[in-house]
């Protein structure tokens, strides 16, 4: 069994590695293009933060290149080091002039290290085994999320963060649990069963539930569900959907996000309407499985059409016009663009427009919106150091603002700032912005 089971893994290996290279062959001129600009330099956290060239989208293509061209092996630390630093926000490719299309060469490189023979310590081996044994299982997934709820609606986490106990055991530990902790309600929703009064239904659109968002953040959905009802959609829910790939695909595990695309394919095609999501992270997930899957023939142009249906739920609302509801206060709002949301699905002016539907709202600009706040996916755990800098600066900024709440789109960016004030004892409450406007549509008495 051995040599057969050898034998499987160098021909995935060679065309993990022939996939690499040809990705790197489509885009040369491009590459060759953007090593000679340097335009995306203040635009990328990292090379800002350290000042190395390796730390820049510019480097980093450098790198690759030379691992494409056999110039350097991609089981090297300094491939390693540097392409598993970059946050794969994107902002780069906004202002790129050579139209480099960045994130999906870092999700090739990273399927290089995931699949090379480099040795990257226990908290990649112990992410692999998340995300292979776990993620992939939707049964023990949600099992591993009724667990977290647990933890946190218990109290248990937060004990655990205000004896000091975690981060004396271990500061990834303490910020795993501050991570947790401030996913909790912040404020009272409808309850469930709710009727709703709006415009007469006329169209039907799919929720993507999303497996951290239902998980953690059940309420994001319902308050998407009923301020699209408001506004005159009928929403279904596709039960056999599952995680959207992009903590497999930001981890180099390119197969696993496959496996993943193709059951949500099978899962959306009853119908051909709009596909919602209220996570960047995984709307920009969704619009890219016409590059996922473009080599597998069975899913390729179905992928295609899948990708063109997403959008975001202010991104949907805006389409139609957004139904105005009541005033929610004076305590001052600001946003915080999840870069995904941003740079992934274009969703530049319409978060902001959405939370404008809500009457006299005290809405307030935020310095660097759109910088990444360090979350990316799992990155805040993996590349803790590199995270917390980023973090800080976005505290800093929000801090300057005098916002007492943050709204983002974007339930690893709410986890993310959330779980940095808490630690920091900052005073801030996040939301996402369908949640406040939902407390509008409550207090201008659409549900009863």
């Not at 933060?49 to 691992?67: C, F, H, K, S, W």
């Not at 803790?384 to 709440?405: C, F, P, W």
């Amino acid at each position: 069994m051995l040599p057969t089971v050898t034998c499987a893994f160098e021909e995935t290996f060679q065309l993990i590695s022939t996939q690499f290279t040809s990705t790197l062959a489509a885009e040369e001129q491009k590459l060759l293009a953007c090593i000679h600009c340097g335009l995306c330099l203040e635009a990328c956290p990292t090379y800002v933060l350290t000042g190395d060239e390796n730390d820049g989208p510019r480097g980093r293509l450098y790198l690759m290149r030379a691992v494409g061209e056999g110039r350097l092996a991609s089981n090297t630390e300094t491939f390693e080091r540097h392409i598993d630093r970059c946050l794969g926000c994107r902002a780069c490719e906004s202002v790129c002039p050579a139209g480099v299309e960045y994130g999906d060469l870092l999700e090739a490189s990273r399927g290089e290290l995931f699949n090379s023979s480099l040795e990257r310590g226990p908290v990649y081996s112990l992410l692999r085994f998340v995300l292979r044994h776990i993620w992939l299982h939707p049964a023990r997934l949600k099992l591993a999320f009724r667990a977290a709820r647990l933890m946190r609606d218990t109290g248990v986490a937060g004990l655990l963060l205000k004896t000091k106990l975690a981060g004396v055991i271990s500061p990834r530990l303490e910020f795993s649990l501050a991570l947790l902790e401030s996913s909790r309600a912040q404020q009272k929703a409808a309850p469930p069963g709710t009727s709703i009064s709006g415009s007469a239904a006329n169209k039907t659109v799919s929720l993507f539930k999303a497996c951290v968002t239902d998980g953690l953040f059940g309420r994001v959905n319902a308050a998407t569900s009923r301020v699209l009802e408001v506004n005159g959609y009928r929403v279904s829910v596709p039960q056999k959907q599952v995680c959207c790939g992009a903590l497999h695909a930001h981890a180099g595990d390119l197969e696993g996000a496959r496996q993943l695309a193709r059951q949500n394919l099978e899962a959306f095609a009853e119908d051909d309407g709009p596909i919602i999501t209220n996570a960047g992270g995984c709307g920009a997930m969704l619009i890219s499985y016409g590059h996922l899957l473009a080599r597998d023939e069975p899913f390729a142009e179905l992928a295609r059409k899948f990708s063109a249906r997403v959008r975001d739920v202010t991104q949907q609302l805006e389409l139609g016009g957004v139904v105005k509801g009541a005033g929610i206060g004076r305590r001052k709002v600001t946003y915080d663009a999840s870069c995904h949301l941003l740079y992934g699905q274009r969703a530049i002016d319409e978060p902001l427009n959405t939370l404008r539907h809500i009457p006299e709202l005290n809405l307030v600009a935020l310095a660097g919106a759109e910088r990444c706040c360090g979350g990316a996916g799992v990155y805040n755990l993996v590349e803790r150091e590199m995270s917390q800098k980023v973090l800080a600066e976005k505290l800093a900024a929000v801090k300057e603002t005098g916002a007492e709440i943050l709204a983002t789109g974007n339930a690893g960016c709410h986890m993310q700032i959330g779980a940095g004030a808490l630690l920091a004892n900052q005073t801030l409450e996040v939301r996402h912005p369908v949640e406040l406007l939902d407390e509008s549509y409550r207090r201008a008495g659409f549900y009863k």
